[in-house]
């Protein structure tokens, strides 16, 4: 085999070589019904498989052991797939699209900071269906580093929960309750990289050169250097560099991260296939999507920044390949907080059906501070279109920090200098800015350059927190809106909303983080706060803020479930002639028409009656979230502070 070989003729050869020997080594099982369905998959995605791998490893003499090797390990992640699974598989693969459904609702958190454990998670369950949940992310559970783990995302054993939550029963058990209750699990897929503490790492730590080649090891500087001229510091502060020298070893290690978190040599195919491995058991655990976390660094090649390369996208989608085959119900979910034309090229059916939107995010706190939407307006018009078979997921904030990653281009077509506005935004949201209603956090901020990122709860940053501290109810009812207004675009605009949780009653900044050494430096715990339940209870008292922001969501929500238009990605953007103003049209599959409007001002907005008749929208619409009828006359429809219309055609 060489590179420029007929790969489709080469994939046949190959799979009637293979098949034989597969099924040789089942033969107790080649007659039963659940290998009739693998072999259904097999034949329907080898040739993908096939061709994704062939350009990874087609120049290593050993490709087809790993591939034949490949090949068993998925057949029997098949038949060892517990029923109620393959069942799912089966109708995910009858309903290709029910991730783009209008009832879809995320939810994600820490397991030890909502509930304590994995059992205290079922035991929420509830309240999960209370708020509405169908998808429920829980942030890295498994085993990791004492002390330093960034969170969890340094990870020692994928097949081990951290003792502290509970055991993979508990997990399981816990998949298994959510989806009876029509609640997916989403798990991180944390495969860039593992803890130096895996088995694999330690292995090469002892001097199994095996698992050393499952790894960046260097015995000097020379290559690291050489690498080093084109790579970005992710972490300058905590971690400068990209490379960790180690005494025990006298060897030079590629830590994109941070000192403990080896990245990985996918160029090794004994790496991928032992990955493989690792993602297929969390499927049969009962992962229904996977995050898949940090994908834009897993390939490295000298000279180039080792993001996005193109070979970083064969490898996602070889993995992909492989759940087509052995459980086709799994979906990924993209983490590319990358540039905005980066991020598009992660999604696809045969990638990431799903993905982050990063740069809603950042533009929705861009609009609240600037209280206006002409970037937010630009960018989406032309940025929110993806492929009809996948689906953004849609926040207000995460787990980690907001950075300003809009496109300098589209920020330059409208007049705006990009760096001179991120310095802005980080003012303005650090609380720096005068007249800022913001309280956040600096997040890996350089003095020097002025470049930072942002740190804090929803509502700190949205302006409750300084409105609490003022006690000034006019300043309190504008923070309750902002949030309302942010939380009312992700829930329409087209995808999943998803919801960091705590949110939903308007916590704020937790600034006790800084007693704790192995958090101190990370203003990111500021975000991260344990729930207090005793204020969660406060949820069903309206006099309360905690109450007023729930039951807006609430209402928000029950009005999105029952609106058909908002399922799917059929998103048009449109001009109202009002820059306060950000405005979409969202159609449905039988076409149902919502006219969105969202002001982002503090002020009272109108939007001229002669503007959506040019629209061709119509003439009357039911306001759904205040439940009203408008006609449209010669007067304008009148927003106010912060108000959000959802008008039915």
Same mark, same amino acid.
């Given at each position: 085999?060489?590179?420029?070989?007929?790969?489709?003729?080469?994939?046949?050869?190959?799979?009637?070589?293979?098949?034989?020997?597969?099924?040789?080594?089942?033969?107790?099982?080649?007659?039963?019904?659940?290998?009739?369905?693998?072999?259904?998959?097999?034949?329907?995605?080898?040739?993908?498989?096939?061709?994704?791998?062939?350009? @990874?490893?087609? +120049?290593?003499?050993?490709?087809?052991?790993?591939? =034949?090797?490949?090949? $068993?390990? #998925? *057949? &029997?992640?098949?038949?060892?797939?517990?029923?109620?699974?393959?069942?799912?598989?089966?109708?995910?693969?009858?309903?290709?699209?029910?991730?783009?459904?209008?009832?879809?609702?995320?939810?994600?958190?820490?397991?030890?900071?909502?509930?304590?454990?994995?059992?205290?998670?079922?035991?929420?369950?509830?309240?999960?269906?209370?708020?509405?949940?169908?998808?429920?992310?829980?942030?890295?559970?498994?085993?990791?580093?004492?002390?330093?783990?960034?969170?969890?995302?340094?990870?020692?054993?994928?097949?081990?929960?951290?003792?502290?939550?509970?055991?993979?029963?508990?997990?399981?058990?816990?998949?298994?309750?959510?989806?009876?209750?029509?609640?997916? @699990?989403?798990? +991180?897929?944390?495969?860039?990289?593992?803890?130096? =503490?895996?088995?694999? $790492?330690? #292995? *090469? &730590?002892?001097?199994?050169?095996?698992?050393?080649?499952?790894?960046?090891?260097?015995?000097?500087?020379?290559?690291?250097?050489?690498?080093?001229?084109?790579?970005?510091?992710?972490?300058?502060?905590?971690?400068?560099?990209?490379?960790?020298?180690?005494?025990?070893?006298?060897?030079?290690?590629?830590?994109?991260?941070?000192?403990?978190?080896?990245?990985?040599?996918?160029?090794?195919?004994?790496?991928?296939?032992?990955?493989?491995?690792?993602?297929?058991?969390?499927?049969?655990?009962?992962?229904?999507?996977?995050?898949?976390?940090?994908?834009?660094?897993?390939?490295?090649?000298?000279?180039?920044?080792?993001?996005?390369?193109?070979?970083?996208?064969?490898?996602?989608?070889?993995?992909?390949?492989?759940?087509?085959?052995?459980?086709?119900?799994?979906?990924?979910?993209?983490?590319?907080?990358?540039?905005?034309?980066?991020?598009?090229?992660?999604?696809?059916?045969?990638?990431?059906?799903?993905?982050?939107?990063?740069?809603?995010?950042?533009?929705?706190?861009?609009?609240?501070?600037?209280?206006?939407?002409?970037?937010?307006?630009?960018?989406?018009?032309?940025?929110?279109?993806?492929?009809?078979?996948?689906?953004?997921?849609?926040?207000?904030?995460?787990?980690?920090?907001?950075?300003?990653?809009?496109?300098?281009?589209?920020?330059?077509?409208?007049?705006?200098?990009?760096?001179?506005?991120?310095?802005?935004?980080?003012?303005?949201?650090?609380?720096?800015?005068?007249?800022?209603?913001?309280?956040?956090?600096?997040?890996?901020?350089?003095?020097?350059?002025?470049?930072?990122?942002?740190?804090?709860?929803?509502?700190?940053?949205?302006?409750?927190?300084?409105?609490?501290?003022?006690?000034?109810?006019?300043?309190?009812?504008?923070?309750?809106?902002?949030?309302?207004?942010?939380?009312?675009?992700?829930?329409?605009?087209?995808?999943?909303?998803?919801?960091?949780?705590?949110?939903?009653?308007?916590?704020?900044?937790?600034?006790?983080?800084?007693?704790?050494?192995?958090?101190?430096?990370?203003?990111?715990?500021?975000?991260?706060?344990?729930?207090?339940?005793?204020?969660?209870?406060?949820?069903?008292?309206?006099?309360?803020?905690?109450?007023?922001?729930?039951?807006?969501?609430?209402?928000?929500?029950?009005?999105?479930?029952?609106?058909?238009?908002?399922?799917?990605?059929?998103?048009?953007?449109?001009?109202?002639?009002?820059?306060?103003?950000?405005?979409?049209?969202?159609?449905?599959?039988?076409?149902?028409?919502?006219?969105?409007?969202?002001?982002?001002?503090?002020?009272?907005?109108?939007?001229?009656?002669?503007?959506?008749?040019?629209?061709?929208?119509?003439?009357?619409?039911?306001?759904?979230?205040?439940?009203?009828?408008?006609?449209?006359?010669?007067?304008?429809?009148?927003?106010?502070?912060?108000?959000?219309?959802?008008?039915?055609?």
């Amino acid at each position: 085999m060489h590179a420029q070989a007929n790969l489709p003729k080469e994939a046949r050869r190959t799979f009637a070589r293979l098949l034989p020997r597969l099924e040789s080594e089942f033969a107790a099982v080649t007659a039963t019904e659940a290998w009739a369905t693998f072999r259904r998959r097999l034949d329907a995605h080898f040739n993908d498989l096939f061709n994704l791998l062939f350009t @990874l490893y087609g +120049d290593r003499y050993d490709f087809l052991y790993h591939l =034949e090797r490949l090949l $068993a390990e #998925a *057949a &029997q992640s098949w038949l060892d797939r517990p029923q109620p699974l393959k069942a799912l598989d089966a109708e995910r693969e009858r309903q290709p699209l029910w991730y783009q459904s209008e009832q879809m609702l995320g939810g994600v958190y820490y397991v030890d900071l909502f509930a304590g454990d994995l059992k205290g998670m079922r035991a929420k369950i509830p309240y999960f269906q209370e708020l509405g949940l169908t998808y429920l992310h829980l942030m890295p559970l498994f085993k990791a580093p004492e002390g330093d783990s960034d969170g969890g995302y340094a990870v020692s054993d994928y097949r081990q929960v951290d003792p502290r939550l509970g055991d993979m029963d508990d997990l399981r058990a816990l998949a298994t309750e959510l989806r009876q209750h029509g609640i997916s @699990l989403v798990l +991180d897929f944390v495969f860039n990289h593992t803890s130096d =503490e895996h088995r694999w $790492a330690l #292995a *090469a &730590q002892a001097g199994d050169e095996d698992f050393a080649d499952y790894y960046f090891i260097f015995p000097d500087r020379t290559l690291p250097d050489a690498y080093d001229r084109t790579l970005r510091e992710i972490f300058p502060d905590q971690h400068p560099g990209s490379f960790t020298y180690r005494p025990d070893m006298q060897r030079w290690v590629w830590t994109t991260f941070n000192s403990f978190q080896w990245d990985l040599n996918y160029r090794n195919p004994e790496a991928f296939r032992s990955m493989a491995a690792e993602m297929l058991y969390l499927a049969n655990v009962g992962a229904e999507v996977l995050r898949l976390d940090a994908l834009a660094f897993t390939w490295k090649e000298m000279g180039t920044n080792c993001e996005n390369l193109p070979k970083a996208h064969t490898l996602v989608r070889a993995f992909n390949a492989v759940l087509r085959i052995a459980a086709p119900g799994l979906l990924f979910k993209s983490e590319a907080i990358v540039h905005p034309d980066e991020v598009a090229r992660y999604i696809s059916a045969q990638e990431c059906q799903l993905s982050y939107n990063p740069l809603l995010m950042a533009l929705l706190w861009n609009s609240l501070a600037t209280r206006e939407v002409r970037l937010l307006r630009h960018s989406m018009g032309y940025r929110f279109a993806i492929p009809d078979d996948c689906a953004w997921v849609n926040y207000i904030r995460c787990h980690d920090d907001i950075g300003w990653t809009f496109d300098d281009g589209d920020a330059s077509a409208l007049g705006i200098n990009g760096y001179d506005h991120r310095r802005f935004l980080n003012s303005f949201y650090t609380g720096r800015f005068p007249g800022s209603f913001a309280r956040g956090l600096p997040f890996q901020e350089n003095p020097r350059t002025g470049d930072a990122r942002i740190s804090g709860t929803q509502a700190s940053l949205a302006g409750l927190e300084a409105a609490l501290h003022s006690g000034n109810p006019a300043e309190i009812e504008l923070a309750v809106r902002r949030i309302l207004l942010l939380n009312s675009i992700v829930l329409s605009i087209g995808g999943i909303p998803l919801i960091y949780l705590g949110d939903e009653i308007g916590i704020l900044n937790d600034y006790s983080y800084v007693a704790d050494p192995a958090k101190t430096g990370d203003s990111r715990w500021v975000h991260r706060p344990r729930i207090d339940w005793a204020q969660m209870a406060r949820r069903s008292d309206p006099t309360t803020p905690e109450g007023r922001i729930f039951s807006g969501l609430q209402h928000l929500i029950k009005l999105r479930k029952a609106t058909p238009a908002f399922a799917g990605n059929d998103m048009r953007v449109i001009n109202l002639g009002n820059d306060h103003i950000f405005a979409y049209v969202r159609t449905g599959r039988q076409g149902e028409r919502v006219l969105v409007l969202a002001n982002f001002s503090e002020h009272t907005q109108p939007v001229p009656a002669n503007e959506v008749r040019l629209y061709g929208l119509g003439y009357h619409f039911h306001e759904l979230v205040a439940q009203r009828e408008i006609t449209l006359r010669d007067e304008p429809i009148v927003l106010e502070p912060y108000q959000v219309m959802w008008l039915a055609a």
